[in-house]
């Protein structure tokens, strides 16, 4: 009886030890099956990107196989006029060819026997950048035609009525198509602007200075009024308007210059007079008086604004020794300032004023904002300078005074580092370089680089005094030339850069 309970143990212990290792075996079984299929899965979605891939190649190599033949068949013609075309579409890429597009709009011309250039259809085939009196077509002359701009741009600084789009510069009655055309008019933000003002078409041109002033108030404008004659009372009034509209610390400026500059012959100036009161009935006053005292006509005028502070700098003509004059009013550092009449020093070398203004700058370094004024600037071989005024602030007085002592022509400006540099060549001989800093209050020279070449025959040649304060330190016969200066005097390392 033992013996059979011993049998029948070892025989369950024998099918469970079965049924456990068929169990294992299914289950590996199971397990493999499954990595095998997720392979297959893997591989399926693999080869399905590639064939999706493959066909997108084929795809593309279908298109632009269709597109080489499109443009085998519509072959670039180029006219003898410096257009091309292309299936019957004008081509343009540079803005020479938009001008002369405008151009020939303008005239109602043709852009090629048989076909009205303001009726063809055209395409760009470059970004283009414009100027900001551009227009294509006019209210007699509009365009007509269609403008496919294939993704390209066309920038600049449109002051048409329009802010966006192509009606910035396109000019229609309705029957003009664009597309696929980027527009980017940068006179949507506080923009610099010339407008040239000729005695042709001075009314038209004032008419539409008048528009662009209206429609884009955030603009600075820039005015060359070269008709005396011409009646500018509008733009003037105008003018004035716009000025009154500007925001506190915008930075806005209005100028208005009078070319040419001795043509006025002593007639009636009538286009000058209008501006004289652009600053208001008591700067207008002072205009007046002056005009009045020197028997002589209006130049120039600009307003602008710095910070609080409003600026009117006007200039006469008349004179052998010219002056230019500054009137302020407003606020400076949180102090009102009553309108105050500065007489100043005309520039030695510019007179045009076309790269006049004015921004606040410590110049005496006291720790207050004085106002530096940029009346000029030239640019030659000889190196590059500007000339320069200073008007100083008083806070005890709240009032600004003339700082004559301020260098009038400099090349580095570096205020930051309490020095001015002034670097000049006297012909082929000599060559210095001047730092000025505030000496008691006023500007001095406290160090100067002086280079005296000995030898025409050896441009390496030459001897380098050394001043400070008016005083000769040290001197050094060079014979490599300016290079060594560098070497002896890294802080005046402006003194090898042309």
Same mark, same amino acid.
Request: glycine share 10%; net charge negative.
């Given at each position: 009886?033992?013996?059979?309970?011993?049998c029948?143990?070892?025989? +369950?212990?024998?099918v469970?030890?079965?049924?456990?290792?068929?169990? #294992?075996?299914?289950? &590996?079984?199971w397990?493999?099956?499954?990595?095998?299929? !997720?392979?297959?899965?893997?591989?399926?979605?693999?080869q399905?990107?590639?064939?999706?891939?493959?066909?997108?190649?084929?795809?593309?190599?279908?298109?632009?196989?269709?597109?080489?033949?499109? =443009?085998?068949?519509?072959?670039?013609?180029?006219?003898?006029?410096?257009?091309?075309?292309?299936g019957?579409?004008?081509l343009?890429?540079?803005?020479?060819?938009?001008?002369?597009?405008?151009?020939?709009?303008? #005239?109602?011309?043709?852009?090629?026997?048989?076909? =009205?250039? /303001?009726?063809?259809?055209y395409? %760009?085939?470059?970004?283009l950048?414009?100027?900001?009196?551009?227009?294509?077509?006019?209210?007699?002359?509009?365009?007509?035609?269609?403008l496919?701009?294939?993704g390209?741009?066309?920038?600049? %600084? #449109?002051?048409?009525?329009?802010?966006t789009?192509a009606?910035?510069? %396109?000019?229609?009655?309705?029957?003009?198509?664009?597309?696929?055309?980027?527009?980017?008019?940068?006179?949507?933000?506080?923009?610099?602007?010339?407008?040239?003002?000729?005695?042709?078409?001075?009314?038209?041109?004032?008419?539409? /200075?008048?528009?662009?002033?209206?429609?884009?108030p955030?603009?600075?404008?820039?005015?060359?009024?070269?008709?005396?004659?011409?009646?500018?009372?509008?733009?003037a009034e105008?003018?004035?308007?716009?000025?009154?509209?500007?925001?506190?610390?915008?930075?806005?400026?209005?100028?208005?210059?009078?070319?040419p500059?001795?043509?006025?012959?002593?007639k009636?100036?009538?286009?000058?007079?209008?501006?004289?009161?652009?600053?208001?009935e008591?700067?207008?006053r002072?205009?007046?008086? =002056? %005009?009045?005292?020197?028997?002589?006509?209006?130049? +120039?005028?600009?307003?602008?604004?710095?910070?609080?502070?409003?600026?009117?700098? +006007?200039?006469?003509?008349?004179?052998?020794?010219?002056?230019?004059?500054?009137?302020?009013?407003?606020?400076?550092?949180?102090?009102?300032?009553?309108?105050?009449?500065?007489v100043?020093?005309?520039?030695? &070398?510019?007179k045009?004023?076309?790269?006049?203004y004015?921004?606040?700058e410590?110049?005496?370094?006291?720790?207050?904002?004085?106002?530096?004024?940029?009346?000029?600037?030239?640019?030659?071989?000889?190196?590059?300078?500007?000339?320069?005024?200073?008007?100083?602030?008083?806070? !005890?007085?709240?009032?600004?005074?003339?700082?004559?002592?301020?260098?009038?022509?400099?090349?580095?400006?570096? +205020?930051?580092r309490?020095?001015?540099?002034?670097?000049?060549?006297?012909?082929?001989?000599?060559?210095?370089?001047?730092e000025?800093?505030v000496?008691?209050?006023?500007?001095?020279e406290?160090?100067?680089?002086?280079?005296?070449?000995?030898?025409?025959?050896?441009?390496?040649?030459?001897?380098?005094?050394?001043?400070?304060?008016?005083?000769?330190?040290?001197?050094?016969?060079?014979?490599?030339?300016?290079?060594?200066?560098?070497?002896?005097?890294?802080?005046?390392?402006?003194?090898?850069?042309?």
């Open positions: 009886m033992r013996t059979k309970k011993i029948a143990k070892m025989a +369950f212990r024998a469970a030890a079965g049924s456990f290792l068929a169990a #294992f075996i299914c289950g &590996y079984g397990h493999r099956c499954a990595i095998e299929k !997720d392979k297959l899965l893997a591989e399926n979605i693999k399905k990107k590639q064939m999706d891939d493959y066909e997108e190649e084929i795809a593309g190599y279908i298109q632009r196989l269709a597109e080489y033949e499109r =443009v085998e068949e519509e072959k670039v013609e180029w006219l003898e006029n410096g257009f091309s075309k292309q019957g579409v004008y343009i890429g540079k803005s020479e060819q938009m001008y002369e597009l405008a151009e020939l709009v303008a #005239f109602g011309s043709q852009i090629e026997p048989g076909i =009205v250039a /303001a009726k063809a259809d395409r %760009l085939v470059n970004d950048e414009l100027d900001d009196w551009f227009r294509l077509g006019s209210k007699s002359m509009p365009f007509r035609g269609s496919d701009g294939d390209h741009t066309i920038s600049g %600084l #449109f002051m048409s009525q329009s802010e789009g009606e910035c510069f %396109l000019v229609s009655d309705g029957k003009a198509r664009t597309e696929n055309l980027i527009v980017e008019n940068g006179m949507k933000e506080n923009s610099e602007v010339r407008i040239d003002i000729s005695s042709d078409e001075g009314s038209k041109e004032i008419r539409e /200075a008048i528009g662009v002033l209206r429609t884009f955030q603009c600075s404008i820039k005015f060359r009024i070269e008709d005396y004659y011409v009646d500018t009372s509008v733009l105008d003018l004035t308007e716009h000025w009154a509209r500007k925001e506190e610390g915008a930075g806005q400026f209005i100028s208005v210059n009078f070319l500059e001795h043509g006025c012959e002593g009636n100036a009538v286009s000058m007079k209008p501006f004289a009161g652009l600053f208001g008591e700067g207008g002072i205009v007046e008086a =002056v %005009l009045e005292k020197e028997e002589s006509f209006l130049a +120039f005028i600009r307003l602008e604004q710095i910070e609080g502070l409003e600026c009117c700098t +006007f200039a006469v003509h008349g004179k052998e020794d010219e002056e230019h004059h500054l009137l302020l009013r407003g606020q400076w550092e949180g102090k009102e300032v009553d309108l105050q009449h500065f100043i020093p005309h520039a030695e &070398y510019g045009t004023y076309h790269n006049y004015i921004e606040r410590d110049v005496n370094f006291d720790g207050k904002g004085d106002l530096l004024i940029h009346e000029t600037s030239s640019w030659g071989s000889g190196g590059s300078f500007g000339e320069y005024r200073a008007i100083t602030w008083e806070a !005890d007085k709240s009032r600004f005074v003339y700082y004559p002592s301020f260098p009038e022509v400099l090349n580095v400006l570096e +205020f930051d309490g020095r001015v540099l002034c670097r000049g060549r006297l012909g082929w001989e000599q060559e210095i370089v001047e000025y800093r000496v008691n209050g006023i500007y001095e406290t160090r100067r680089l002086e280079l005296k070449r000995t030898s025409p025959e050896d441009s390496t040649a030459g001897v380098l005094y050394y001043y400070e304060m008016g005083k000769l330190i040290r001197a050094h016969n060079l014979t490599r030339g300016t290079e060594e200066a560098s070497e002896l005097y890294p802080d005046l390392s402006y003194w090898s850069k042309g």
